[in-house]
């Protein structure tokens, strides 16, 4: 099948998986075209089946805003008709599905009726897309995209409550490509980001408020107090420049590496003992699905759909959101047994076994082939 992907090319979740599947849906035989605004940051592999279309926005003195809306549903038209692209699947509601509504009508005048999957996030859906500027657009583009799916049951939920929904949603949950992820690294670096005693502890965000980052630095600073350990800080966001402030407020700042965003995930993870993700919502949390498959436990909060994820007891702990104290505890419990520990790694590295992308990958080829089948025949 030839399938466009749109999505954002950034460091953030949906762009990975977005990314991702579209890598693997290539080697299982797909044509792939990404439609987006620059390269997607984990697309290393352009081959014959994987074909990259930039949209720009040229700038125009007269516009405050650059239409960018306008320019992705112009060029999915172009795109669509130059390569015979049977199928759009764009991920983030916002402006994705709504852009690509509008190529569908553009292109139905010239009789192409071009399938729409869309897939729902997170915030799309729970912070931005609810808002009322937003929710008349959001509600109208998911009720018009021929298929919808959403990463976990807690984001389908969260959909059906806050918006008057009058699609199926198939919950497709995020995945791992094991071929992909590299987790036996026998370089891996440990001495030099810590003493031998020292236990490893590590975060990976876009630094958001939804983050909870000033939960990450006090759950590291109880630790701290307790058990030699060092805190690894990955990714760039609005909320860095108050973590480091708070770092050194709390006198940690030398135990505290500040990375910025990264391309070697797999390489720090492959030295962390432990994940911290205390995030106020989270519709699945792919971080910590990514650190549990390198065999990193993961203290979370049970917001959202990390509970489908992270298990109680078994890959980690769940507490409350801001929940620090009760964090810390479960994080101390971990890391101050070396048998746990090493029971609490193997853990995180079956459970995320269940999330293999060879279970995922062909549940969204069975949707294109139902949606393409109820476009040809006019449903
Ligand atoms: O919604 C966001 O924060 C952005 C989005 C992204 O593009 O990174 O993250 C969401 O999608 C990820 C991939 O499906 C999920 O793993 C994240 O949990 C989700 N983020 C939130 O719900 C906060």
Redesign the pocket.
């Known amino acids: 099948m030839k399938i466009g992907i749109v999505c ?1 090319p950034t460091f ?6 977005a990314t991702e599947l579209g890598l693997a849906l290539s080697k299982r035989g797909h044509e792939i075209h990404f439609i987006t605004y620059s390269q997607p940051v984990r697309l290393d592999l352009l081959g014959s089946n994987v074909h990259y279309h930039e949209v720009t926005v040229p700038e125009y003195p007269l516009f405050l805003y650059q239409p960018y809306e306008l320019a992705l549903s112009s060029k999915l038209v172009d795109m669509v008709k130059l390569y015979g692209i049977e199928l759009l699947h764009v991920h ?1 509601a916002i402006p994705h599905a709504y852009a690509a509504y509008m190529a569908k009508m553009m292109l139905l005048e010239e009789g192409i009726n071009i399938p729409i999957v869309t897939t729902l ?4 859906i ?2 931005v897309g609810s808002h009322p500027f937003y929710k008349p657009a959001v509600t109208f583009s998911i009720n018009n995209s021929d298929a919808v799916t959403s ?1 976990s049951q807690s984001l389908k939920d969260d959909t059906l409550r806050l918006f008057d929904i009058k699609k199926e949603i198939d919950v497709v949950p ?1 995945f791992i490509d094991f071929s992909r992820h590299k987790s036996d690294f026998t370089d891996c670096q440990r001495d030099a980001m810590a003493k031998d005693d020292e236990m490893i502890i590590t975060h990976i965000s ?1 630094f ?1 408020k ?1 983050k909870n980052i000033p939960d990450v630095v006090k759950i590291f600073y109880n630790i701290q107090q307790k058990i030699p350990a060092k805190l690894m800080m990955v990714g760039e966001g609005p909320e860095k420049a108050e973590a480091e402030k708070l770092c050194k407020k709390l006198d940690i700042l030398d135990k505290v590496v500040f990375f910025g965003n990264s391309h070697e995930i797999d390489r720090i993870l492959c030295f962390s003992d432990l994940f911290l993700l205390p ?1 106020q ?7 910590a699905l990514e650190a549990m498959s390198s065999g990193v436990p993961v203290i979370s909060s049970n917001t ?2 990390i509970p489908e994820v992270n298990i109680q007891g078994v890959s980690g702990f769940l507490s409350d959101v801001n929940d620090v104290e009760d964090m810390s505890k479960n994080a101390i419990y971990i890391l101050s047994d070396k048998e746990r520990l090493e029971t609490f790694k193997l853990n995180a590295t079956r459970e995320s076994a269940k999330f293999a992308i060879e279970n995922v990958v062909p549940q969204y080829e069975a949707i294109y082939v139902r949606t393409l089948k109820n476009c040809l025949v006019g449903k």
């Open positions: 954002y953030g979740g949906s762009g990975v998986v983030y996030h997170g915030t799309d729970t912070l990463v995020n876009n958001r939804v995030s919502t989270e519709s699945f949390g792919l971080a959202g759909g």
